[in-house]
């Protein structure tokens, strides 16, 4: 068994009706197996382990210890780039924090999910400024309206009006997020990966060819900028120049993403030792 296996133990199901017999062979595991199987997991490679079932959406309460642990790991491992050991004793756990909050949101991103706007910030609408014409008729020319009738005229009230153009601020649907609030990490390939390529395919004859695409590498989404990390570091503790970030601290970032991903595999290990006969 694999951690992608025991997903469907934490999820119910509903009853299957089958005429066949249940599996009475004493090397088949049943329920209580697997599930002493994943707390021997949980207290071996409990790092591992909360971080995957955080990533799927299982646990909340997964996903903040996976966190504190990422964060307990960078503090030991922050004083070997300079630029992170100079920082002083009451910042540096605020920034351990932040980077391996971030860390864990780039790690636990997919295809399949979904990010707040960042054009309505998760309002569904915007401010736009819009143009609209106004209509208005003079007071003078309301009178002759009223008395056109006594006068025998013939009034066409349109050519007393006066147009004018003024611009306005109106809430609009979001372009983004057509309202919907949330944008998907899917990159332009729907998240397969790999985009047709159109040189190949014309020499083909038109027998489709596929490349891997440029914009996610054949990820199939688009990670998070590491730019916004370090805009998040200045806007809540200290300021980070662009080249101190560049030389420094993005580097750090992404070995705890790897270790995230390090984590996780070595749980995958032990998952797959303690189910083994």
């Known amino acids: 068994m694999n951690l992608e296996g025991i997903v469907k133990y934490h999820f119910p199901k509903s ?3 089958s005429d066949s017999p249940r ?3 004493p090397d088949a595991m049943t329920g209580t197996d697997n599930m002493a199987a994943m707390g021997m997991t949980q207290s071996r490679a409990a790092f591992g382990y909360s971080a995957f079932l955080g990533k799927m959406g299982i646990s909340k309460h997964d996903s903040e210890r996976a966190i504190n642990l990422l964060t307990d790991h960078a503090l030991k491992t922050c004083d070997r780039v ?6 002083e004793s009451d910042i540096k756990p605020s ?3 932040i980077l391996a909050i971030y860390a864990y949101a780039d790690y636990s991103r997919s295809a399949a999910s979904s990010r707040e706007c960042d054009c309505c910030g998760g309002a569904g609408f915007i401010d736009a400024e819009v143009f609209t014409m106004k209509t208005s008729t003079p007071v003078a020319a309301l009178e002759i309206m009223k008395k056109s009738k006594e006068w025998g005229l013939k009034v066409i009230p349109s050519e007393y009006e006066r147009r004018r153009e003024v611009r306005d601020v109106q809430r609009v649907l979001c372009h983004k997020c057509k309202g919907k609030r949330v944008i998907s990490n899917a990159c332009q390939c729907n998240g397969k990966g790999v985009v047709v390529d159109r040189e190949k395919t014309m020499l083909q ?4 060819a596929y490349k891997t695409c440029s914009r996610c590498n054949g990820r199939g989404y688009s990670r998070l900028l590491p730019e916004t990390v370090r805009h998040a570091i200045c806007e809540n503790i200290i300021d980070v120049p662009e080249t101190t970030w560049r030389r420094a601290y993005k580097e750090f970032y992404e070995s705890l993403v790897s270790e995230l991903i390090k984590q996780e595999e070595y749980a995958n290990r032990m998952l797959s030792k303690a189910t083994e006969w």
């Open 15 to 17: 009853m299957g009706i």
């Open 95 to 97: 920034v351990m924090q």
């Open 205 to 208: 004859g038109g027998i489709p």
């Open 23 to 25: 599996a009475t062979s």
């Open 82 to 87: 300079p630029a992170l050991r100079k920082l």
